[in-house]
Nanobody
Framework: QVQLEEFGGGSVEAGGSLTLSCVVS????????MGWFLQAPGKEREGVAG???????AYADGVKGRFTISIDNAKNTVFLQMDRLKPEDSGMYYCAAHNLGSGLCYPGAPHRVFRTWGQGSQVTVSS
């Protein structure tokens, strides 16, 4: 059974940094995509970043140059390094996975293709 578990959320002042981790267990597909999503209060969940098994990465326009997604295959962990954080980056961050490859591994991809989701990790950025 595939499981995703996020770590690393917390509170930080604007301009600060946080790193989120998503530990993956029970996943063996080679053509995977791992994504990070943000659900801000009162808003719909939106894609933030994605990384595919071929190394392709993609970012939402609002986080380009500030966020970095990476993966450590040896540790089965996906990271989201968030720098120069803004109050509008606040919300619940979820990691998610699918095995449909890099063609559907970008922030605007339909959320329904992500079959497995973590429980979420709260990030609060104060001004």
């Amino acid at each position: 059974q595939v499981q995703l578990e996020e770590f690393g959320g917390g509170s930080v002042e604007a301009g600060g940094s946080l790193t989120l981790s998503c530990v993956v267990s029970g996943y063996s597909h080679s053509d995977y995509c791992m994504g990070w999503f943000l659900q801000a209060p009162g808003k719909e969940r939106e894609g933030v970043a994605g990384i595919a098994s071929d190394g392709t990465t993609a970012y939402a326009d609002g986080v380009k140059g500030r966020f970095t997604i990476s993966i450590d295959n040896a540790k089965n962990t996906v990271f989201l390094q968030m720098d120069r954080l803004k109050p509008e980056d606040s919300g619940m961050y979820y990691c998610a996975a699918h095995n449909l490859g890099s063609g559907l591994c970008y922030p605007g991809a339909p959320h329904r293709v992500f079959r497995t989701w973590g429980q979420g990790s709260q990030v609060t950025v104060s001004s």
